[in-house]
């Protein structure tokens, strides 16, 4: 089993920043693939970003991309997700997931293991 603890979440104003954190332990890999995805209130799950261990590969939603930034600490088994300039429309839970290998996946579907998420609140 894989387990995925995010922490970094709290309330920000527009154009603010904050940095998630998502640990694992268990039987997590280099072949793992980690996404993060949110999910507002009455909305579905979307995804945010993923990448891999190894490689350094990464997708990011349109949405994001350029503001926000994911990275992962293999030493501390840690995934990041910078989020910069933030919006009141990124005012989501934020998940991390992880997938066994394969693509850099985008639906929610794809990924086997989820942490329990940690509230993102951005105020206009």
């Known amino acids: 089993q894989v387990q995925l603890v995010e922490s970094g979440g709290g309330l920000v104003q527009a154009g603010g920043s904050l940095r998630l954190s998502c640990a694992t332990s268990?039987?997590?890999?280099?072949?793992?693939?980690m996404g993060w995805f949110r999910q507002a209130p009455g909305k579905d799950r979307e995804f945010v970003a993923a990448l891999t261990w190894t490689g350094g590969l990464t997708n990011y939603a349109d949405s994001v991309k350029g503001r926000f930034t994911v990275s992962a600490d293999n030493a501390k088994k840690t995934v990041y997700l910078e989020m910069n300039s933030l919006k009141p429309e990124d005012t989501a839970v934020y998940y991390c997931?992880?997938?066994?290998?394969?693509?850099?996946?985008?639906?929610?579907?794809?990924?086997?293991?989820w942490g329990q998420g940690t509230q993102v609140t951005v105020s206009s």
């Open positions: 268990g039987l997590i890999s280099s072949r793992h693939v």
């Open positions: 997931a992880a997938r066994n290998g394969g693509l850099l996946a985008t639906t929610p579907r794809n990924y086997a293991f």
